[in-house]
């Protein structure tokens, strides 16, 4: 199955900081979904991006399929955008498809 | 617009033992996903099922089973519960892929279960 890879692992940022999360993936992928895992555990829905770059507010995400690999950006960061990202990528078999994670990057945001 | 919802919140069993846990897919919604996570991993493929049958399943073994109902809501079942099971069950709902288009999929806030 495809391989999915973070980094980095952990970060630690100042309120107000710019940090670059990265998504690599082993092999073609159909499409890429980007989550927050809030810390109660609920998946937040970020970007559904296949190629190309999407912007939502003070964070953007571009994947370039061509070289397996997608970026979150996270600008002015803020205490709330602590938690977990995790990319996902989508693998499809002859009967369905299905996600399969990264192992995430936990992100502190410090006041 | 109800997003999707998983019953109960929290579970705590003992080994050996069997659990249930219920989702509901988000309105309009045909396909539902299951997944686990371990603390301090990213989710993991259990299964999926549309048309009330399971389409594909992950490396999981026979112990975790699952039906989907009708109304697409969707029961995961585990047997002979393990230490090892302990995790945040977590299902997603999405429309099924068509004619090579994907759709994202959504997911609901989790059931944790504690296997002691």
């Known amino acids: 199955g495809i391989q999915v890879e973070q980094s980095p692992p952990d970060l630690i940022l100042q309120e107000g900081a710019n940090s670059t999360l990265r998504c690599n993936f082993s092999d073609s992928v159909n499409n890429l979904q980007w989550f927050h895992q809030n810390p109660w555990g609920q998946l937040i829905n970020l970007f559904y991006?296949?190629?190309g770059t999407k912007q939502n507010g003070r964070l953007s995400a571009t994947t370039v399929a061509t070289e397996r690999y997608s970026l979150l950006y996270i600008s002015s960061s803020q205490t709330t955008d602590s938690g977990a990202y995790f990319c996902?990528?989508?693998?499809?078999?002859?009967?369905?498809?299905?996600?399969?994670f990264g192992g995430g990057t936990r992100v502190l945001v410090k006041p | 617009d109800a997003g999707v919802t998983q019953s109960p919140t929290h579970l705590i069993k003992t080994r050996g033992q069997q659990v249930t846990l219920r989702c509901s897919p988000k309105s309009g919604h045909d396909t539902v996903s299951w997944y686990q996570q371990a603390l301090g991993q990213g989710p993991q493929f259990i299964f999926q099922y549309y048309e009330e049958e399971e389409r594909q399943r992950g490396n999981f073994p026979d112990r975790f089973s699952g039906h989907q109902f009708p109304n697409y809501s969707s029961e995961l079942n585990v047997n002979a519960l393990l230490l090892g099971d302990s995790a945040l069950y977590l299902c997603?709902?999405?429309?099924?892929?068509?004619?090579?288009?994907?759709?994202?999929?959504?997911f609901g806030p989790g059931t944790r279960l504690t296997v002691t």
């Open positions: 991006i296949p190629s």
């Open positions: 996902a990528v989508v693998e499809v078999k002859a009967a369905g498809n299905k996600l399969t």
């Open positions: 997603a709902s999405s429309f099924r892929e068509r004619q090579g288009l994907f759709y994202e999929q959504y």
